[in-house]
């Protein structure tokens, strides 16, 4: 397996850069909110730079509650995410062609930092929205702090939350670049002959 890997090491990482490159404009997260006056279901989604979806009836009905509107002008990381997306699919793609063992872990250091970032503004984002409640709003819950992924009920609203093509396809694309590095780092180095043992030979 590990030399089928690395005869296929220029095509795998050019995969994956182009997985990182056509993540940009897939979603990243989204949400479905469903209650009774709403059955067919509310929905948000999350790309990288935007925010789409039922946003004027989710936040109509989240200000009973004293939550902040969401907007895309809000989440100021998502403006960045397209620039750090492209970074790295530019980075795996000159791994592609830079023959050398070391050259994938840079493009995977920064996947993984990007991803860190993310999941760690996103959950603190999550925690400030259910945390952050204005007290004089009309219906009075306590603190929470919405899921990443899965199912809450709040009194009659029933949300679920997952992920979405634009955070699976880097994951696909990370897997590929470590099966590469995992490749080439365990690859046996060949063993050069001693100069005066070439000679006598």
């Given at each position: ?16 850069a182009a997985l990182m490159a056509v ?48 907007s895309a002008d809000f989440f100021v ?23 050398r063992r070391w050259a994938p872990l ?96």
């Open positions: 397996m590990k030399t089928l890997i690395q005869r296929w090491r220029t095509p795998l990482l050019l995969i994956a993540a940009i404009v897939l979603p990243l997260w989204g949400m479905t909110l469903v209650s009774t006056q709403y059955p067919e279901g509310l929905r948000m989604v999350v790309y990288p730079g935007r925010i789409t979806g039922d946003l004027g009836e989710i936040n109509a009905l989240n200000r009973y509650i004293g939550m902040t509107p969401i990381e998502l403006r960045l995410l397209p620039i750090a997306f492209g970074a790295v699919a530019a980075l795996i793609l000159v791994s592609a062609f830079v023959k840079l493009p995977l250091l920064a996947m993984t930092t990007v991803a860190a970032y993310g999941l760690f503004s996103m959950r603190g984002r999550l925690y400030q929205f259910g945390h952050d409640l204005d007290p004089t709003a009309p219906i009075s819950i306590d603190p929470f702090t919405p899921p990443m992924m899965g199912l809450n009920q709040i009194a009659q609203f029933a949300s679920y939350t997952y992920f979405s093509w634009g955070t699976l396809l880097p994951l696909v694309a990370g897997l590929l670049i470590a099966l590469v590095l995992w490749a080439g780092w365990s690859r046996p180095r060949v063993a050069h002959p001693h100069p005066a043992l070439a000679l006598a030979a």
